[in-house]
């Protein structure tokens, strides 16, 4: 088999750059070893900043994305008892987000490949990437019994966290950068319409929760809870009494319930690897970096990194130029820490840290207080959340 970019990983990363690739007239293949059915309905994240949409929608895949995601102006942060709403829009000169479930996108994507006669080979197993360092990179996988060999122009690793792409660079040429966090997040889905139009981000003296949603009739609710927390141990009552605890307010805000479709436990980590290329292969989205969850960031900085790397790849299969791949690194890196500081800082304000004492929830709060107080400080949160341009 022969291809110009060999694609591990069918989430956003992968599919999006095999589309934005083909849209440039240049083929790829994506290799995912998971099944499709699978993929297309792993719930992970929900929200798109306003530059994720654009790109979505130009590129011709964001028709379902516009009649069904829901448009959100603003965000609230509630605290004591109190509810503060930071209007988005109005401080970021119209920008906004749109919810609409990682999922969804997904699902959008394979049909578009699909419809275009793109190939994405699900349920391939033991994927392996080679001869990085040559101009005829290559993975082999298994297919459908038989085992293949893909000559490749270029490999793109768009295989996640844990995927093979970013271990197979030999030991000393990536640096990596982590913080990991005392707590994990423990998420539902549930069959209720939402009680709030926008989402809500909660700091409470028993933890953070988050209140989101899916759609009119589905509620994603996070709560903070230990990283290694059994989630046995938590019944759905159990889970709506604490969702309760934290998000209510003093003027009587009720959230609604409903049947939980599904729960589970995330951990949290900030993580980058540096450089996000080696030879021939080219990292993007969470093969690269990861953030704790708290920022919004991790599908839209996916999203970020192929746009880049579509435009280097169109620039060097067409006019065989180099140095925008060269810079590829560099070029993304620049808004990963963007994100994974804006990623850290909001877990940091928002969530109860074990062991930490008064000291340092007096300086939560005031952090707390001083974004809800100020415009400077609210434009600042309002601006990273929506996301800065693509470019
Ligand atoms: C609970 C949760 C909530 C989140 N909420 C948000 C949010 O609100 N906003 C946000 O922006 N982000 C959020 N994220 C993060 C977001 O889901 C990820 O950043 C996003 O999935 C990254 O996309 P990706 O394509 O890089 O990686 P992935 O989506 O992980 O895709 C990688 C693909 O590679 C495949 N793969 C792995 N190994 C191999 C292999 N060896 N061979 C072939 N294929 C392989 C995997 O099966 C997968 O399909 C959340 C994540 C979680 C877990």
Redesign the pocket.
């Known amino acids: 088999m022969r291809t110009q970019v060999g694609i591990?990983?069918?989430?956003?990363?992968?599919l999006l750059l095999s589309h934005l690739l083909h849209l440039s007239g240049i083929e790829s293949v994506v290799?995912?070893?998971?099944s499709r059915d699978y993929?297309e309905h792993r719930v992970?994240?929900?929200?798109l900043e306003q530059g994720a949409v654009d790109l979505l929608v130009q590129s011709g895949v964001g028709e379902r994305l516009r009649r069904e995601g829901l448009v959100h102006h603003g965000i609230e942060l509630r605290f004591a008892g109190r509810g503060h709403r930071i209007d988005l829009t109005e401080l970021t000169g119209g920008r906004a987000i749109t919810v609409y479930g990682?999922q969804e996108v997904v699902k959008d994507l394979i049909r578009a490949r699909r419809d275009a006669g793109g190939q994405v080979l699900f349920d391939?197993a033991a994927?392996s990437v080679h001869a990085l360092e040559s101009t005829r990179p290559r993975i082999r996988f298994r297919h459908d019994d038989g085992d293949v060999e893909m000559q490749c122009d270029v490999i793109a690793g768009?295989?996640?966290?844990?995927?093979?792409c970013r271990p197979s660079v030999p030991v000393g040429v990536l640096s990596s950068f982590e913080r990991s966090y005392p707590f994990a997040w423990l998420?539902i889905l549930a069959e209720a319409a939402p009680s709030h139009e926008e989402l809500i981000y909660a700091y409470h003296e028993r933890g953070f929760a988050l209140f989101s949603m899916r759609s009119p009739s589905i509620t994603r609710l996070y709560l903070q809870v230990a990283p290694d927390e059994d989630i046995g141990q938590w019944s759905d009552d159990r889970i709506w009494q604490e969702l309760h605890t934290r998000l209510e307010t003093d003027d009587g805000w009720k959230l609604n319930e409903g049947r939980v479709l599904e729960k589970g436990v995330?951990g949290m980590r900030s993580y980058v690897t540096e450089p996000m290329q080696h030879g021939r292969l080219f990292l993007?989205?969470?093969?690269a970096h990861?953030v704790p969850?708290t920022g919004?960031?991790?599908?839209?900085?996916?999203v970020a990194d192929v746009h880049v790397l579509s435009r280097a790849l169109a620039a060097f299969f067409k006019s065989r130029r180099e140095d925008l791949l060269a810079a590829y690194s560099q070029t993304c890196l620049k808004r990963v820490w963007r994100a994974e500081h804006f990623s850290w800082w909001m877990t940091s304000m928002l969530h109860r840290f074990p062991g930490d004492d008064v000291f340092g929830h007096r300086l939560q709060r005031s952090q707390l207080d001083y974004v809800v107080g100020s415009r400077a400080a609210a434009t600042s949160l309002a601006e990273n959340y929506v996301g800065l341009p693509l470019g």
């Open positions: 591990v990983g069918a989430g956003p990363a992968g290799i995912e070893s998971r993929v992970r994240a929900g929200v990682q391939a994927v768009c295989d996640g966290f844990h995927g093979i998420g995330t993007a989205g969470d093969s990861i969850p919004a960031k991790g599908m839209n900085l996916a």
